[in-house]
């Protein structure tokens, strides 16, 4: 594994949001679908955990889809490889 394709997988990993804050966001998840509403501050909660979620997702799907061009590979086949494809009919 050379330097690049090494900088790219840390880079995949660290960009996900701590477990203690994986695990609040699915509990405010679930209490949203349960409830269908939260109160306001625990919306707001749910709401900045979500939008950080969702950026550090960007950013690691930017470094597996660079990942996959230094392997040669398609993209899916990467994710794969590395745990992140989710969709079994691929």
Known sequence: MDAAEESRLRAIYAAQLP??????????????????????????????LTEQAEALNAVRIEKVAQLAVLRGEPLPDVMKQLGLWQNDSM
């Open 19 to 48: 477990p203690d804050q994986q695990q609040r966001l699915r509990t405010l998840g679930q209490n949203l679908e349960a409830a269908d509403a939260l109160a306001t501050d625990v919306r707001h909660e749910f709401q900045t």
